[in-house]
């Protein structure tokens, strides 16, 4: 069967996906969630002009001609404001944050003045200074943040620095992850021979959560249609189905015929990229299915290439990734036939560039090259040879 192009079998993947619906959550809670809508500021920061310093506010006037004597009539502090008006000849002491009273232009910082009771010597002053002018951070009704953003702890912060208390962002899209395969136990069994630790569906949860996902980690099938079939039968609710292993040609790789007999419309099977040939893609119902390879590295480079867009697209975000341009630190042999993604570490240049050089084993089983590599290296089918310092395309890895 001719094996489909990465770009065909992503334009089907994201065909007719929308964004999840709109919920609101507190701010507390909004911390890797996406942003449904663009949020403007409902207040303006600083709400007035404020002090940045201790020490006294003053008119620049008064302290043109230095040392200047000045008489104290009150005190600003942050959340009591002096209310009057500092008039010629006159100060008022200030805090830091607390509002500059009316009259005073400039203050002054404590270590440059001594206080005699009711009246402060002023011994330097820059006129203007030490003054964080209303709205300087931002104004009421300017747009901060836009829909798509995924929170982090700056974006929090602005947002409630906005006086938001809730935040109106997409639901969680819910991805079901199915490890398939006899030989498959949980971490920290006892091994008996022949038998591999589940490794993908963690990786794959973690990708999914960290990306603002809603992971949940069915367990694992046995090899047989009626087990698949159980499995299947409880993933109505999810967004996304996400199987591992099972998906190649083998008599045991039975994932996408017991998701046939459920119903799947297959969107793709086998994909021109390497690693990663035998995922496919389909619709079960409302949730879409995309299979993973059994390969851990196979498997997250899939993950990579296809969950993440579809992650984005129900977050409302934008779903296509732009790979980044990157240097070759070392030369690359032509490519397959196949587009390529191969694992590679990156250094930066002074002014930036990210030199990438590949890891010399690119086997799809080897996890602790995965781990230790920070992009793939996106090469195109049959790409020529190239020397070092050929400008290259990469996808960063997080996570
Ligand atoms: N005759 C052919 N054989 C294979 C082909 C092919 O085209 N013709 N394709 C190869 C490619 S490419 C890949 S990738 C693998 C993928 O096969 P499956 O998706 O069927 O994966 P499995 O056979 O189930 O497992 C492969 C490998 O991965 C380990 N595995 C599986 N699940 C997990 C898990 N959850 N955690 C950790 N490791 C897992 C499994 O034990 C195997 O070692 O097929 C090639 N074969
Ligand atoms: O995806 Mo297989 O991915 O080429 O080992």
Known sequence: MALISVEDALERVLSGLSPLEVERVPIAQAHGRVLAEDLAATLTQPPFDASAMDGYAVR?????????????????????????????????????????????????????????????????????????????????????????????????????????????????????????????????????????????????????????????????????????????????????????????????????????????????AKVAMRPGKPAFAGRLGSTRVLGLPGNPVSAFVCAVVFLLPMLRGLLGGNASVVPQQATLASALPENGPRQGYQRATSSFADDGTRHVRVLSSQDSSLMAALAHADCLIVRAPHAPAVPEGTKVLVLPLAG
């Open 60 to 268: 620049a006037a008064d302290v043109a001609a230095l040392p200047a004597t000045l008489a104290l009539i009150g005190e600003s502090a942050a959340g009591a404001r002096f209310d009057g008006i500092v008039g010629p000849g006159q100060t008022v002491r200030i805090f830091t944050g607390a509002p500059v009273p009316d009259g005073a232009d400039t203050v002054v910082i404590q270590e440059d003045t001594e206080a005699f009771g009711d009246s402060v010597l002023v011994k330097a002053a820059v006129a203007g200074r030490h003054i964080r002018p209303e709205g300087q951070d931002f104004m009421e009704g300017d747009v901060l943040l836009r829909r798509g953003t995924r929170f982090g702890a700056r974006t929090v912060m602005l947002a409630a620095a906005m006086n938001h208390a809730e935040l109106p962002v997409r639901r969680k899209p819910r991805v079901a992850i199915l490890s398939t395969g006899d030989e498959i136990v949980p971490p920290g069994s006892m091994i008996g021979p022949d038998q591999i630790v589940a490794s993908v569906s963690y990786g794959i949860a973690a990708l999914v959560d960290s990306y603002g996902g809603d992971s949940l980690d069915l367990g694992v099938a046995r090899d047989d249609e009626g087990a698949l079939a159980q499995f299947i039968a409880r993933v109505a609710d999810a967004d996304v189905l996400v199987t591992i292993g099972g998906a190649s040609v083998g008599e045991r790789d039975l994932v996408a015929d017991a998701l046939a007999r459920a119903g799947l419309q297959m969107d793709f």
